[in-house]
């Protein structure tokens, strides 16, 4: 079975400037779920989607990025515009569906954005 | 609010065993788990409890106590490919989200 895809897997950018990350989960998964891990820290949550409907976007500062996932599989992250403290590993999940047992999410391999 | 503590860096022996703690409160509660992540690779799951109890699985073996908002990851034999963060994570119901800890770095030594 497939894993999460993402890419690219190294962005530099310079602040300003935006970026594209994508992200491919595993098929049959109608959960994702969009990361920011910053260096010596766990992962928070920016947005999840059920399907291609927003669950949760509390954490995402709306005014620079955002995210969609219009069919119901792939799923896009932008910035725009970049700043220094975007700087950080941006991490893709998936997960087969909301609430019963462990329904474990499967990370994708990240994408390590840096910000000059 | 939401709280999940953990050390930050443990070290240990090869062969030896090692406990993982994590102390949490959250607004909602549906299940704790724990995550192993290889530096600059992504997480990758390794145990999850929702009821009080011991979880045992190979080496690797997770407690929770719920009235007391504390976990356990016990981790036995260890191996030098044990070097990594370990992340706890509890699940928040309402959205189904997981809310991580900062993680703890362990360092196997020979």
């Known amino acids: 079975e497939a894993g999460v895809a993402q890419s690219p897997r190294y962005k530099i950018i310079e602040k300003r400037q935006s970026v594209a990350f994508w992200c491919n989960p595993i098929s049959g998964h109608a959960t994702l779920y969009w990361y920011q891990q910053i260096l010596g820290q766990g992962p928070k949550l920016l947005i999840q989607?059920?399907?291609?409907?927003?669950?949760?976007d509390s954490q995402l500062p709306k005014d620079r990025f955002s995210a969609e996932r219009l069919k119901g599989v792939d799923s896009t992250l932008k910035i725009q515009p970049a700043k220094l403290e975007d700087s950080a590993v941006y991490l893709c999940?998936?997960?087969?569906?909301?609430?019963?047992?462990?329904?474990?999410?499967?990370f994708g391999p990240g994408t390590r954005l840096t910000v000059l | 609010g939401q709280n999940i503590d953990q050390p930050t860096e443990m070290t240990a022996t090869e062969g030896a065993i090692v406990q993982i703690n994590c102390t949490y409160q959250t607004s909602g509660f549906n299940g704790l788990f724990w995550y192993q992540q290889h530096a600059g690779e992504a997480p990758t799951f390794l145990s999850y409890n929702v009821l009080d109890g011991l979880e045992e699985k190979g080496r690797f073996s997770s407690f929770l106590s719920r009235s007391k908002g504390y976990s356990y990851l016990l981790l036995k034999e260890l191996q030098m490919k044990d070097s990594a963060s370990y992340l706890c994570a509890v699940r928040d119901p309402r959205a189904d989200k997981l809310i991580f800890g900062t993680g703890t770095r362990l360092q196997v030594f020979p």
């Open positions: 999940a998936s997960s087969f569906s909301g609430g019963r047992g462990a329904n474990e999410q499967f």
């Open positions: 989607f059920q399907n291609n409907g927003v669950v949760d």
